[in-house]
């Protein structure tokens, strides 16, 4: 028998090609006749667009065109929509400005360089109105969406009856995603109904089925590439309208335009983690045992759409508490809309409820730990049925011994090292684990070759390496002889990459094609093979890329079977999805986050010393790929906890440290020794892998892990990211500190 694929460390299918320069990101292609565009944004945050002129941009070196709403050509899905709905913004249908940053035009040349020297050289005159972009003093504006209802489970806000209570207000800033590859596209009209994209998206199905939806053109018309992404984090989960203008731009040329939009655009034109607050409140008995959980939340969206995500969703069924209630409104401000960021709404409400269990463990003096243990929920409190799986305990134990758990004194600021103040803190994380519906073709060829092919994404977790794995496992072929081939509108269905779903969602349609092809060989062999002739189906036995018949020695390799039969492939194609079980069963991913920070007395600063996380995320298809999606999500939550922060003048709507400079994004420094546990206990029901998501587990809690560490460093709790120094040493602390040090003022 082979080795097993899953589980291994295989490295990447494609690293070769990413570190060798070979890897085509969608910037890097090159057509005849390509155009190179810039945005002309708005410098105002709310009104109207008074005037354009293009004169001096139009007569610069190179420019081809400038394109605005004043001779953009018409998006035919944009004439019927209700101009009341909250659907989004459309690019260029007239002058009204709801933001500072959004395109007003777009500027084409034969080089980028004279692009955006034109763009430069455009008037634009606005009407100006009031604009909102502060969250806190536009509280009152906040309203409910259908979407997010409240939700009341037993009786609510029945913390408030409770012998213990905590009821504190959390706040996280608006976080920007920050990838190395800027925004962009690439569009070219073959004819007048045809289109080429070369996108940067998480799905090429989805950009298919918008242009569709937008442009009113067959399906079939539009191409999208996207092999090789560079990093998404959720930006790329939409068409956005950069995008639709670019491709109206290559609509009027006749000419294929490439944009690429500049660092601080990214800011603006690409969706960010919300600005959110909320407030937390805690009822529990005197022995530990919670009896009420309220979890109220107010985040932000654009004045052109509800954007809602799950930020109260963990409070509902994340411990075992008999009343639950959960509210959730939005405040809309004239700023572009959000989009989901990874972990999206769970990592801003992990902040808020592992942050009050931490406050709550204090005020009861028990243990963090012990007290997450105590109420921990066997079943789903919210849905009432079983977990598919769940072995959040094993990874609690997995990871205090690891960190070293048991050296942490109870008290806060108790432990000192080398002068810094030491402190422990840990947290949990869950995220749904789901499956959806994808379609996988699969090609043997007569030399033994494997070609699947299924048009998903690849934002970097190794998507083409797992099911390389899945593959040869099912098959019994060498990985070395399989290649899954992705990122192409014209491959069969896949999901956009997103949700933690990929290898769930992906894999299980690998594994059906793979056996549906070994069931075609199965047919030929039965048919045309005399060792084989007339065998029942059910006894021929898969074995190493081989055929052989239950109690017979005679084998036959799968490329042996085409050969002789003088046929160059065999080819299947098989969709997969979830079935009945996601109706007995719910189903979760599961992550334990402990910390060790040294906080220096005199200054506030913070440094993370050790980390460890624990995934309880079922199968781990590749362990060396599972590990750096684990690394990946602490250094995001390194920077959720310390460091990112979009910071905006509110006199005039615009950010002010709209670059890699100022928008403090953590690097190596930053990480510390980073330990990456799995309890690696296959799920039984939710597919054929028995594997759950991971990417964004590898982020939720993580920031209270580290919050929860600063507080038992110090004493000192912040409730508002990022845990900067000023937040850290008041007046109060450094009188501490001066005493604790003998020193005089």
């Known amino acids: 028998m082979k080795k097993q694929q899953t589980g291994q460390s295989m490295d990447r299918v494609d690293g070769r090609l990413k570190v060798t320069g070979g890897a085509k990101y969608f910037a890097d292609h090159q057509l005849p006749e390509l155009l190179y565009a810039a945005l002309v944004c708005s410098s105002i945050s709310n009104g ?26 018409p998006v035919p899905g944009y004439k019927n929509s209700d101009p009341n709905a909250k659907d989004g913004l459309k690019i260029f249908k007239d002058n009204r400005i709801y933001s500072n940053g959004q395109p007003v035009a777009i500027v084409l040349a034969n080089t980028m360089e004279r692009a955006v020297h034109a763009a430069s050289l455009v008037e634009v005159q606005y009407n100006q109105e009031t604009h909102y972009t502060d969250m806190n003093a536009n509280m009152g504006k906040a309203f409910q969406n259908n979407r997010m209802k409240d939700y009341t489970r037993g009786e609510a806000d029945a913390w408030k009856k409770a012998p213990v209570t905590i ?42 089925d918008t242009i569709k939806r937008l442009f009113q053109i067959p399906e079939q018309n539009i191409t999208v590439h996207s092999q090789f992404v560079g990093g998404g984090f959720g930006m790329a989960l939409r068409v956005w309208p950069l995008e639709i203008a670019t491709i109206v731009a290559a609509k009027k040329v006749r000419k294929p335009v490439k944009l690429v939009i500049t660092r601080d655009q990214m800011f603006t034109l690409v969706g960010y983690r919300p600005n959110a607050v909320q407030r937390l409140s805690l009822g529990a008995t005197a022995d530990g045992k919670l009896t009420g959980i309220t979890h109220e939340a107010v985040a932000v969206t654009s004045p052109y759409e509800d954007f809602t995500e799950g930020i109260v969703s963990m409070s509902k069924f994340m411990y075992a508490c008999p009343n639950v209630t959960t509210r959730y409104k939005l405040v809309p401000l004239n700023i572009s809309t959000p989009i989901w960021m990874r972990g999206p709404g769970e990592a801003t409400g992990a902040f808020a409820l592992e942050s009050a269990i931490d406050e709550l463990s204090y005020k009861l003096n028990i243990d963090p730990l012990e007290l997450r243990v105590l109420n921990h929920a066997d ?20 990871g205090a011994e690891k960190i070293g758990w048991s050296n942490r004194k109870a008290a806060p600021r108790s432990m000192q090292e080398d002068g810094m103040l030491v402190g422990y803190g840990m947290s949990s994380g869950t995220f749904g684990a789901f499956r959806g519906k994808a379609t996988v073709s699969a090609t043997l060829k ?32 060498a990985p070395a002889k399989i290649k ?27 594994t059906d094609a793979c056996k549906a092809l070994q069931q075609k060989l199965a047919g030929l062999a039965i048919s045309h093979v005399p060792a084989f002739k007339n065998a029942a189906p059910e006894t021929i036995i898969f074995e190493d890329g081989q055929l052989l018949r239950a109690g017979q020695s005679e084998k036959i390799s799968y490329e042996t079977i085409l050969q002789q039969q003088q046929l160059p492939e065999v080819n299947v194609v098989a969709t997969s999805q979830s079935g009945e079980e996601r109706k007995k069963y719910s189903m979760y991913s599961f992550s334990v986050h402990f910390t060790k920070v040294h906080v220096h007395p005199a200054t506030g600063v913070v440094r993370i010393k050790h980390i460890v996380s624990v995934a309880d995320a079922g199968t781990i298809v590749n362990a060396k790929t599972a590990r750096s999606q684990m690394i990946g999500g602490v250094v995001g939550g390194i920077g959720m906890a310390l460091t990112e922060e979009a910071v905006m003048d509110h006199r005039f709507g615009r950010f002010v440290n709209n670059n890699y400079a100022d928008y403090h994004v ?46 038992h460093a110090t004493g000192k709790r912040v409730r508002d990211l990022p845990i900067t120094p000023d937040k850290v040493l008041d007046e109060k602390g450094y009188q501490q500190w001066k005493l604790e040090n003998k020193m005089s003022t």
């Open 666 to 711: 953590p690097v190596n420094a930053d990480t510390p020794p980073t330990d990456v546990y799995f309890i690696n206990k296959k799920d039984p029901y939710i597919n054929p892998m028995g594997s759950k998501g991971m990417g964004e587990i590898a982020l939720i809690g993580f920031a209270a892990a580290v919050s929860n560490a600063v507080y």
């Open 167 to 208: 009821d504190a207000t959390y706040s996280l800033p608006l976080e920007v995603h920050n990838p190395m590859e800027l925004a962009g596209i690439i569009a070219h009209w073959d004819t007048p109904d045809t289109l080429v994209l070369y996108a940067k998206t998480q799905g090429v199905k989805n950009v298919q």
């Open 48 to 73: 109207t667009i008074k005037s354009i002129n293009t004169t001096k941009a139009l007569r610069a070196p190179g420019v081809q065109d400038v394109i605005s709403h004043l001779n953009a050509p």
């Open 446 to 477: 007569a030399d033994g070759s494997l070609i699947l092919q299924s048009a998903a994404a690849d934002i970097g977790p190794g998507t083409a390496t797992a099911m390389v794995q899945i593959a040869a496992d099912v098959t019994g072929i």
């Open 484 to 510: 899954f081939m992705l990122g192409e509108s014209a491959y069969p269905f896949a999901p956009q990459q997103g949700g933690s779903s990929t290898v769930s969602t992906l894999g299980s349609a690998v």
């Open 379 to 398: 079943t789903d409190p919210e849905k009432d049925l079983p977990f598919s799986s769940k072995y959040l305990k094993e990874a609690y134990q997995l």
